[in-house]
Every structure is written in structure tokens, then in C-alpha cells.
């Protein structure tokens, strides 16, 4: 059984939100580069919080890390084989 968001939030409690300074200094990406992948679906979309203020899920960010760290991992276990 797939969990839709709201059920989700319910099962976690401690949902923070991080403004783009906190993602800059998280990801090592600039601000642009940021919006650019936002926009190609390669990174995790802003929460709106009202008129002109957005911020992200700390833990969808961090999942983005993860993921780039196991495709980081993934390619050297490859190249390691191959060799």
C-alpha cells in the first residue's frame, strides 16, 4: 500500500524546512545551478510558504545527496570491476 504525503507527514514528526542559503551551504551548489536542476527535475522542488518566500525539505535534500553518493559509488564499483 503506497502512502500519499499527508499520511507521510503524519508518520514523520519532525519535518524541517531549509531556506536557499542552508541548500547552498548543504549542497556545495550555487544558487543557479540549483534552480537549474529544479527546473530539469534532477533536484528536489521548493515548498511555497507564502508570496515570496520558498524553502525546501531538509530530508528530500539530503535523500539528493544520498543518491548522488551512491551513483558516485555505483561508477567506481563499476570502473573497479572492469579493471
Same mark, same amino acid.
Given at each position: 500500500?503506497?502512502? #500519499?504525503?499527508? @499520511? ?5 514528526? #519532525? ?9 547552498? =551551504? ?31 525539505? =531538509?530530508?528530500?535534500? @539530503?535523500?539528493?545527496?544520498? =543518491?548522488?553518493i551512491a551513483l558516485r559509488d555505483g561508477a567506481a564499483s563499476n570502473r573497479s570491476r572492469s579493471c
Amino acid at each position: 500500500m503506497e502512502l #500519499n504525503h499527508y @499520511q507521510e507527514f503524519s508518520m514523520t514528526p #519532525n519535518i524541517k524546512l531549509i531556506r536557499i542559503k542552508d541548500v547552498i =551551504e548543504t549542497t556545495g551548489l550555487a544558487r543557479s545551478t540549483i534552480y537549474k536542476y529544479v527546473d530539469k527535475g534532477i533536484f528536489p522542488k521548493a515548498v511555497t510558504l507564502g508570496r515570496r518566500s520558498i524553502a525546501w525539505v =531538509e530530508s528530500e535534500v @539530503q535523500e539528493w545527496i544520498l =543518491e548522488r553518493i551512491a551513483l558516485r559509488d555505483g561508477a567506481a564499483s563499476n570502473r573497479s570491476r572492469s579493471c
